[in-house]
């Protein structure tokens, strides 16, 4: 089992930027690929972004594409998703979550096994 906590979430006005940390407990933390999903309310939760276990490839929505980057410290267990000039419809509760397996269809939630219990992401206009 692998335990996920997520941390960095904040209010921001827009334009602003944060970064999003995601802790994960166990020492197999590098056999996993790791998403970043967002849910606002009343809405579906979301794909964000996916980084491949050795954090060399990543992949991103294209509401985000140019505006967040994933990235990884294996040595520390740890996943990061710098998000820069942030917008309202940013506003979301964020998910890191674990997959073991490499799919074409990664930006599924269903892929993922593990999942932290989410940081809130408010920007104001």
């Known amino acids: 089992q692998v335990l996920l906590e997520e941390s960095g979430g904040g209010l921001v006005q827009a334009g602003g930027s944060l970064r999003l940390s995601c802790a994960a407990s166990?020492?197999?933390?590098?056999?996993?690929?790791m998403g970043w999903f967002r849910q606002a309310p009343g809405k579906e939760r979301e794909f964000v972004a996916r980084i491949n276990r050795s954090g060399v490839t990543t992949y991103y929505a294209d509401s985000v594409k140019g505006r967040f980057t994933a990235s990884r410290d294996n040595a520390k267990n740890t996943v990061y998703l710098q998000m820069n000039g942030l917008k309202p419809e940013d506003t979301a509760v964020y998910y890191c979550?674990?997959?073991?397996?490499?799919?074409?269809?990664?930006?599924?939630?269903?892929?993922?096994?593990?999942w932290g219990q989410g940081t809130q992401v408010t920007v104001s206009s």
């Open positions: 166990g020492r197999t933390f590098s056999s996993y690929h």
């Open positions: 979550a674990t997959d073991y397996w490499y799919s074409s269809d990664y930006d599924s939630p269903a892929r993922y096994d593990y």
